[in-house]
């Protein structure tokens, strides 16, 4: 069965701080994705990123990196220098998509407080 | 292009009634998928469509809930009859492949 673990439940920091969310997975697939969401005070799920299994390739985007590394099983989320409006929980999912279903496994989340 | 629309944003109704939640998903995405999130058990898959057949329904937590996808441009997830423990907010996803896309959620509370 496929699980997500993220071991961080709240982080705070201080608005311009680089921050990390881990992330660790398990599957039996061979062929798998990995996602990050983020939810806003608002409530809305807002798709961030999608990796799949055969690229290890570490992202950028803007701010935004994510290093994922099959080794250890991880997908973790980095946030350079930090604002306020990053100020969300963020979700890491995974799928199963070798059967094509895609279903969505969560994990808990972990929420980040950026301070001004 | 719109995203994924669900109706209503808040519904609040007494423990008893019947409660119909909406989504209509992104135009040319075969697959439509129903979750819930509570504090307790954060988001959990309640069933999900592929070209408007349900495939997995086994989320499902009672023959209270049920789920249906006449068409591609919408579906429908009724609780009958609704209960206290329903009270959570529930999300509707379209895809075209592995990434979901979410609607803004319906915030649900059974009094």
């Known amino acids: 069965a496929q699980k997500v673990t993220q071991a961080q439940t709240e982080i705070s920091v201080v608005e311009k701080e680089d921050v990390t969310l881990d992330c660790v997975y398990e599957?039996?697939?061979?062929?798998?994705?990995l996602f990050w969401y983020k939810q806003p005070p608002s409530g809305e799920l807002v798709f961030l990123i999608r990796r799949n299994s055969f690229d290890e390739q570490n992202e950028i985007s803007g701010r935004y990196s994510w290093n994922f590394q099959k080794s250890t099983s991880s997908f973790n989320f980095t946030i350079t220098a930090s604002q306020v409006v990053d100020s969300a929980v963020y979700f890491c999912a995974l799928s199963e998509g070798g059967a094509g279903s895609y279903q969505l496994t969560f994990g808990k989340g972990t929420k980040l407080s950026v301070i001004p | 292009d719109a995203g994924v629309i669900q109706s209503p944003r808040h519904e609040v109704t007494e423990m008893g009634q019947e409660v119909t939640l909406r989504c209509k998903p992104i135009s040319g995405h075969d697959y439509l998928f129903w979750y819930r999130q509570t504090m307790m058990r954060g988001l959990e898959l309640l069933i999900y469509?592929?070209?408007?057949?349900?495939?997995?329904d086994s989320g499902m937590p009672e023959d209270r809930f049920s789920a249906k996808m006449p068409n591609a441009s919408f579906s429908t997830l009724k609780i009958q009859p609704s209960e206290p423990r329903d009270s959570a907010v529930y999300f509707c996803a379209s895809s075209l492949g592995p990434a979901q896309h979410f609607g803004d959620g319906t915030r649900l509370s059974i009094l």
């Open positions: 469509f592929n070209n408007n057949v349900p495939i997995d």
């Open positions: 599957t039996r697939d061979t062929t798998y994705y």
